[in-house]
């Protein structure tokens, strides 16, 4: 493995993807995990869990979400430009849209979006364990520690 190579693994593998779930209960002060969702953000932004990170199509689902809970183009462009502004996005490739697809249409005894798919497609081909969700759906997956979830 080349050097530039080996530190990018080292990097991923210090890194908590940061679900929509938790993004916007933190944004979203009525959301019922609005609370739990601060706490955990203290966490997070002290990296205690790694270097946060969201992949592009969680982007699309959490302001996508903030635009339609609060009704306000205004919050969800404010909120889209910190978190492009402050944590590293992972784009989901052809490999991990193709790796998406295999796990959405293959689950069983689990209701996973396309997104929640992809997301952990991101994970799984850079070898990223950790997952900041309030969304049960992530729950007992092998290899996948989600923190947040009670």
Not at 72 to 88: D, M, P, T
Not at 97 to 107: D, L, M, N, T, V
Request: proline share 1%.
């Amino acid at each position: 493995m080349e050097r530039g190579n080996r530190r990018n693994a080292l990097w991923l593998k210090q890194v908590i993807v940061l679900d929509s779930s938790l993004l916007i209960a933190f944004k979203i002060k009525n959301d019922s995990h609005h609370e739990r969702a601060n706490a955990l953000m203290k966490q997070v932004v002290s990296e205690r869990f790694g270097k946060p990170s969201i992949t592009s199509y969680i982007f699309d689902e959490t302001v996508t979400g903030i635009f339609v809970k609060s009704k306000s183009l205004r919050l969800a462009v404010e909120y889209g430009n910190e978190l492009l502004a402050s944590l590293e996005t992972l784009e989901v490739s052809e490999e991990a849209f193709r790796e998406a697809w295999k796990i959405f249409s293959e689950q069983r005894n689990r209701r996973l979006s396309f997104t929640d798919s992809s997301t952990l497609a991101v994970m799984k081909i850079h070898d990223i364990g950790r997952i900041a969700t309030f969304d049960e759906d992530f729950g007992n997956i092998e290899g996948i520690n989600a923190i947040g979830l009670v």
